[in-house]
Structures are given as C-alpha cells and as structure tokens.
C-alpha cells in the first residue's frame, strides 16, 4: 500500500461527514477508509448497527474500482449488488474497511471488502458489483 495523495482526497459527502469515515487508502483496485465508533452508531444492543458495516463496505468496495490517480478525472460508480457477512462484534474503538477490485469490464465491476477494528479482529465481510456511472 502507497501512502495516500493528498491530492485525491475528496470533501466528504454528507453522509459520510455524518457518520465520520474517512479515506486512509486509495490506489488501483483498493480502497481503504476509517470510521471511530461512537455512541450514535450504536444499536439497542451497544454494538455497531449492522447498517454501519454496509456502508462502510459498499464505499470501500465502491472505491476500490474508482481510483484514477488524477484529481481531475472522478470516477463514479453505483451499487448493483451488496452483501454482508456479520461475523463478530469490534473489541476496539476504529472500524478499518478495506475494498479490492476483483474483476469486471468496461461498464461494471466487482469488489470484496473486510471490516477489521485496529486491534486486527475480522467484524464483516462483504461482495459487491457495482456498474460506473456514465457521464462521471
């Protein structure tokens, strides 16, 4: 993994502003981003709402087939197909998704994703294919 260009780094979108994740890893066919646990993403049970891990793996798994290199030229792409694994709740304070490219064509693509917290515990996986929007 190369360290990240700051020159990628976009402004968050408000969902993402709202929940707070943020972008620690962008090149070809892989993404990484971040999210600190808080009381608000919590469910009724104290864990991480299971809605949490869906979107951080669809945006890391979105990612993951987005990446240009160049500021100037964005790549968009939209969810077709999400699934998600819930395999165990975090120990730590940090949900840490990355997203890898695994395959695909001209107009769409496919991605597998891994939620870990930063003490390295696996809390969810996930698939997805996703179709580039035309246009940017």
Do not use: C
């Not at 809605?51 to 669809?58: E, H, K, Q, S, T």
């Not at 840490?96 to 695994?102: H, M, P």
Request: hydrophobic letters at 35%; a negative charge.
């Amino acid at each position: 993994m190369t360290d990240l260009n700051p020159d990628l780094i976009e402004p968050p979108y408000p969902l993402q502003a709202h929940l707070g994740f943020t972008i620690t890893g962008w090149e070809q066919d892989f993404a990484r981003f971040e999210l600190p646990l808080t009381p608000p993403l919590m469910n009724r049970y104290g864990i991480p709402h299971g809605g949490i891990y869906a979107v951080l793996l669809d945006t890391v798994m979105g990612f993951s087939g987005s990446y240009t290199g160049d500021p100037e030229r964005k790549v968009l792409a939209m969810t077709l197909s999400l699934n998600t694994n819930f395999l165990s709740r975090p120990v730590g304070e940090i949900l840490i998704g990355e997203g890898r490219r695994t395959g695909g064509g001209k107009s769409t693509f496919f991605s597998e994703g891994i939620i870990r917290d930063e003490t390295g515990l696996t809390v969810a996986t996930g698939t997805g294919v996703f179709r580039y929007r035309k246009g940017g």
